[in-house]
Every structure is written in C-alpha cells, then in structure tokens.
C-alpha cells in the first residue's frame, strides 16, 4: 500500500484496502496501519485496521467494517502475500467466518509455524514494557510450552445454530455472539473431547432437543463442558441448560431432570463403546430470570463429584487437587507446572521462617506449591469458593503452614497489619487482566519487601503496573514470557522485582 494514500474522507463500510499486517492484538487479529491524507491535510491521519485471520508479515486486500475513531475492524478479503514463512493452519475450522465450518476465533496464530510465535510474544511484551522504561535486554526469550497442541484441560461448547439454522454443537465464531459454528475438530482438545461433543451432537439430535436462544430466552441446552486431568486421565462433563420447566423433545413434552439424566446416560455408554472412560458428569441449571441474580444449580448425575488433577512442579513435591464443576484450574496443567516452576526459582531461596505472601491466590495452587519451601504462606483472594477450593486442597494434600483470606487485596493487606514493613518476606501478585489497584501497589510499597513477583496475563496492565510499582521503591530485575497458550495470541509474564537500592 502507498504509505500515504490521499483519500476523501475517513475509511467507510465496505471500502477496500491493500495492508500490511504489522502486529496482532489481544483478541489475535492481525493490526494494520492504515495511514490517510485526508482532503486537503498534508499529514496523514492513522488509522488501526483489526484483521481476523492474518498475522504480522502478510499483505492482504481487507473491506472495512464497522469504523470507530481510530481503530477500524476488516474483514479479509485475500491474502495477497501471505507472511515469510506461513504455513497451513492445521485446523480447518480457521479463517473468517465467511462459509459454514469457519470462523472459529480460537487459534488466531496457526498461520505461524510456533518459533515465529514465540519470539513474536517477546515482541508483545518487549514494546508494552518498554513504556514503562524497561529495556530489552532485561527480557528474556519466551519460555515455549512443551506440547504447543491438545494442551487443554477444559472446553466449553456452546449448543446453538448458524446463520442458516442448521443446530450446531461447538464455538460462537470470533465476533458473533448468537451463532454458533459446528465444531468437528479442536486441535486443542484431545480426540476423546471430541468424541463426547459428537456423541452430545447425535442425542440432541436423535432426542430433538432445543437449543437455548439467548434472544428470546426459550429453549433448553446451553452449553457442554467437558474437563480432562491431563496428570490423571480423568473425565468430567458438565451439561448447562436454561431453567425451563418443561423441555421440547421429538416425543412432545419431557421433564428436564429426566432429560438430563438421559443426556448423561446417552453420553456415558457413547464414550464407553469408543473406549472413553468419563469419570463424572454433572448437569447445571443456569437460572437468569429477569428481576433476578442470575444463579448455577447444578446437579451431580453420575461418577465421582469431583475430577482429581495432578501438578508435577520442578522443586516442588506432587500435589493432588478436587476440582469440582465451578472451581477454577488453570486451562494449561502441563504449562501450569512450568510456570510455577519458574515463579518458585525467580523467588530464590527464602528463609526457613520466611513469610511470602500469595496474593490473588485463586485456588491456591502457588502458595501450596511454595508452602513445601518457606515458613509459611497467606493467600488472599476475593471469591470466596475459590477460599473454600483453596483450603480444602491445603487438607488434602497435608499443608499446614498455609493460611487463606478472603476479600479485596489491599482491603485485607490493610486489615490485617499486613501491609506494615516486616509483615512478610516476599510476596507473590497473579492478579486478573486488569492488574492491580493503586491501593495495593500503595500497599506493597508500604511493605517494602526485598522481593516480589509479579505473574501477568496482560502485558499492557503489567506495563503500567510496573510504572507503579518503580515508584514505591522497586526495580524491575528480569522478564519472562511463557507461553501458556499455544497458537493463541495471549501471554504470560513473570517479572522479578526486587527493593531498590536508596
Ligand atoms: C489470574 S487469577 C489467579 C489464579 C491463581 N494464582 C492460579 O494460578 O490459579 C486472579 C485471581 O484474582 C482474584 N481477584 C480478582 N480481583 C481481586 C481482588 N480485588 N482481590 C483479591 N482477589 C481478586 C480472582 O478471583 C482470581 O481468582
């Protein structure tokens, strides 16, 4: 493209450019920069063009979509010339959403073969830091994931139809929120999850039952989880409908717990005859009435009420956790393992007596990995089953020296003196995409610990973070970025923080 195209006025729907995708956002969809002479301006005005299915290195012919001020969504065309070194996306349900069986938003980075990747996740996280002042040479490479396919513990599916009606089992594609794309294969699934999403496709089907229709609320299934322990070979499926009363079926009206049942039995003996064990099924009613707090009741239909997962962290002993339908387990165990690994080696040594603070704590999967290492360990974390999931895994897996709060970080640091200097050694922060509030950075700083270390999934958080937390007394010491998820454009960092000299 002519680097300063003179044009009439700002892009519009419908119009067509030839671009060079530049970089990827975090939604995965490749970024342009369209650069305008407007009229009679002699400078160019530039505009951000979001591509689905390209990535950084191809040029392509995009139609515009829905422009907003400077950021503008395209749809792609053709490639025209695909990136250095871009390969086939294995999966064929890549691509835009421009024919049934495409569309799906999942792996926006297929295209490129996993060391490109890699060293474009660096890239990420080397310009978000940068702007808060940390030099490259304080990054390292990107830690890549031992298995870049079939990494995935958990799925949801979603039950629904597409554009043209034909009831569908599998994913909404990227930027759609009521259709739903068959889904035949995920090549982040194993091949057993597949199985069972096929088997839940044929029963609905051969039963007739309704999909849930978010605009006009009617209808019954929602969605289908399916979660694998990735140590253990454990299966558990979850099946989500609406809170109907009554459920259409091919045999006229049924009774939703027996059709549950049903469905759970119907799954069970699919899997069996293709040699799958599932270990635990549930079934969940998901209740939004209007006027009302929207509410899960689920149901336990068969097998163990709970899937067991092991975690194999380097420097840790195993440990063993119960997940049941609601609790939260990173998506990634065998990555998990790795970047807790990496989270306990940039903590260093600590002292036998050595307090360190988890917070954020989720459902304590860190702090119970380092309790093994130090005197003893607070975690904080805001939902309060998460708490509960946390303490019941310290009993199960016999650790006494580990302690869980529950509420808002800086609420609790404060509450309980936790936030005065020599309340604790070192502390841990994995807090949510949004990163921390100024009160708990105001609050780390208060405490003043030799050591602290920050895991992040947004480096654009992480940046400003780090702004924050250099100016209540810390440097920034050393970078990592893990790949947690494959083929997809999110990243994990760690950074080592440490006080700074005065
Ligand atoms: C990225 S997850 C951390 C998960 C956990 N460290 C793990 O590895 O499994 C972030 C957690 O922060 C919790 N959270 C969000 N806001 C919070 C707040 N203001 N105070 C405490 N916890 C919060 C969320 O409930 C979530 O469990």
Same mark, same amino acid.
């Given at each position: 493209?002519?680097?300063?195209?003179?044009? &009439?006025?700002?892009?519009?729907?419908?119009?067509?450019?030839?671009? *060079?995708?530049?970089?990827?956002?975090?939604?995965?969809?490749?970024?342009?920069?369209?650069?305008?002479?407007?009229? &009679?301006?002699?400078?160019? $005005?530039?505009?951000?063009?979001?591509?689905?299915?390209?990535?950084?290195?191809?040029?392509?012919?995009?139609?515009?979509?829905?422009?907003? #001020?400077?950021?503008?969504?395209?749809?792609?065309?053709?490639?025209?010339?695909?990136?250095?070194?871009?390969?086939?996306?294995?999966?064929?349900? =890549?691509?835009?959403?421009?024919?049934?069986?495409?569309?799906?938003?999942?792996?926006?980075?297929?295209?490129?073969?996993? &060391?490109?990747?890699?060293?474009?996740?660096?890239?990420?996280?080397?310009?978000?830091?940068?702007?808060?002042?940390?030099?490259?040479?304080?990054?390292?490479?990107?830690?890549?994931?031992?298995?870049?396919?079939?990494?995935?513990? #958990?799925?949801? =599916?979603? =039950?629904?139809?597409?554009?043209?009606?034909?009831?569908?089992?599998?994913?909404?594609?990227?930027?759609?929120?009521?259709?739903?794309?068959?889904?035949?294969?995920?090549?982040?699934?194993?091949?057993?999850?597949?199985?069972? +999403?096929?088997?839940?496709?044929?029963?609905?089907?051969?039963?007739?039952?309704?999909?849930?229709?978010?605009?006009?609320?009617?209808?019954?299934? $929602?969605?289908?989880?399916?979660?694998?322990?990735?140590?253990?070979?454990?299966?558990?499926?979850?099946?989500?409908?609406?809170?109907?009363?009554?459920?259409?079926?091919?045999?006229?009206?049924?009774?939703?717990?027996?059709?549950?049942?049903? =469905?759970?039995?119907?799954? #069970?003996?699919?899997? *069996?005859?293709?040699?799958?064990?599932?270990?635990?099924?549930?079934?969940?009613?998901?209740?939004?009435?209007?006027?009302?707090?929207?509410?899960?009741?689920?149901?336990?239909?068969?097998?163990?009420?709970?899937?067991?997962?092991?975690?194999?962290?380097?420097?840790?002993?195993?440990?063993?956790?119960?997940?049941?339908?609601?609790?939260?387990?990173?998506?990634?165990?065998?990555?998990?393992?790795?970047?807790?690994?990496?989270?306990? *080696?940039?903590?260093?040594?600590?002292?036998?007596?050595?307090?360190?603070?988890?917070?954020?704590?989720?459902?304590?999967?860190?702090?119970?990995?380092?309790?093994?290492?130090?005197?003893?360990?607070?975690?904080?974390?805001?939902?309060?089953?998460?708490?509960?999931?946390?303490?019941?895994?310290?009993?199960?897996?016999?650790?006494?020296?580990?302690?869980?709060?529950?509420?808002?970080?800086?609420? +609790?640091? *404060?509450?309980?003196?936790?936030?005065?200097?020599?309340?604790?050694?070192?502390?841990?922060?994995?807090?949510?995409?949004?990163?921390?509030?100024?009160?708990?950075?105001?609050?780390?700083?208060?405490?003043? +610990?030799? $050591?602290?270390?920050?895991? @992040?999934?947004? &480096?654009?958080?992480?940046?400003?973070?780090?702004?924050?937390?250099?100016?209540?007394?810390?440097? +920034?010491?050393?970078?990592?970025?893990?790949?947690?998820?494959?083929?997809?454009?999110?990243?994990?960092?760690?950074?080592?923080?440490?006080?700074?000299? @005065?």
């Amino acid at each position: 493209m002519d680097s300063q195209l003179a044009w &009439p006025h700002a892009p519009r729907w419908g119009e067509q450019f030839d671009v *060079e995708i530049i970089d990827i956002d975090d939604k995965g969809r490749g970024i342009a920069e369209l650069a305008l002479r407007i009229g &009679p301006q002699l400078s160019p $005005r530039v505009y951000h063009v979001a591509v689905r299915a390209t990535v950084p290195g191809d040029f392509a012919r995009v139609q515009i979509g829905k422009p907003r #001020k400077r950021k503008v969504d395209a749809q792609l065309l053709e490639l025209l010339r695909p990136a250095p070194g871009r390969v086939e996306p294995p999966c064929p349900h =890549f691509g835009p959403y421009d024919r049934a069986g495409r569309g799906c938003g999942g792996c926006s980075l297929q295209p490129l073969p996993y &060391p490109a990747q890699i060293a474009l996740k660096r890239g990420q996280v080397a310009r978000w830091l940068a702007t808060a002042g940390i030099g490259d040479e304080r990054i390292g490479e990107t830690v890549p994931a031992a298995s870049p396919w079939t990494y995935r513990n #958990k799925m949801e =599916f979603s =039950f629904g139809d597409d554009d043209e009606r034909r009831e569908t089992v599998g994913m909404h594609p990227a930027g759609y929120r009521y259709e739903v794309m068959d889904l035949h294969h995920c090549r982040l699934e194993s091949d057993a999850a597949m199985v069972i +999403v096929a088997a839940a496709r044929a029963h609905r089907l051969a039963r007739g039952l309704p999909h849930h229709d978010q605009r006009r609320d009617t209808g019954w299934l $929602r969605t289908l989880t399916v979660r694998e322990g990735k140590r253990t070979g454990e299966r558990m499926v979850e099946i989500t409908t609406s809170a109907s009363l009554e459920v259409e079926t091919s045999d006229g009206p049924g009774d939703p717990a027996t059709e549950a049942a049903a =469905f759970g039995v119907a799954l #069970k003996s699919a899997a *069996e005859r293709a040699g799958i064990r599932l270990d635990s099924l549930w079934w969940s009613v998901h209740d939004a009435r209007r006027g009302h707090r929207t509410e899960l009741h689920s149901t336990h239909l068969a097998g163990a009420p709970h899937l067991c997962e092991k975690l194999e962290v380097a420097g840790a002993r195993a440990l063993s956790f119960h997940i049941h339908p609601r609790a939260f387990f990173q998506p990634n165990t065998l990555q998990a393992e790795v970047l807790y690994g990496l989270v306990l *080696e940039s903590l260093g040594p600590q002292g036998a007596d050595a307090h360190v603070l988890d917070l954020y704590c989720g459902t304590g999967t860190i702090g119970l990995c380092l309790a093994q290492r130090v005197g003893r360990v607070t975690g904080i974390e805001l939902s309060p089953e998460a708490v509960d999931n946390a303490k019941a895994n310290a009993v199960r897996n016999g650790i006494t020296n580990i302690s869980f709060l529950c509420g808002d970080v800086a609420t +609790v640091l *404060e509450a309980e003196g936790l936030s005065r200097p020599g309340a604790a050694d070192a502390v841990i922060v994995d807090p949510p995409r949004a990163g921390l509030m100024p009160a708990a950075i105001a609050c780390l700083g208060a405490l003043g +610990v030799e $050591r602290i270390i920050y895991v @992040s999934c947004n &480096p654009e958080a992480l940046a400003r973070d780090l702004i924050g937390l250099q100016a209540v007394g810390y440097s +920034v010491d050393a970078v990592t970025p893990v790949d947690h998820f494959p083929q997809t454009a999110h990243v994990e960092t760690i950074v080592q923080l440490n006080r700074a000299c @005065s």
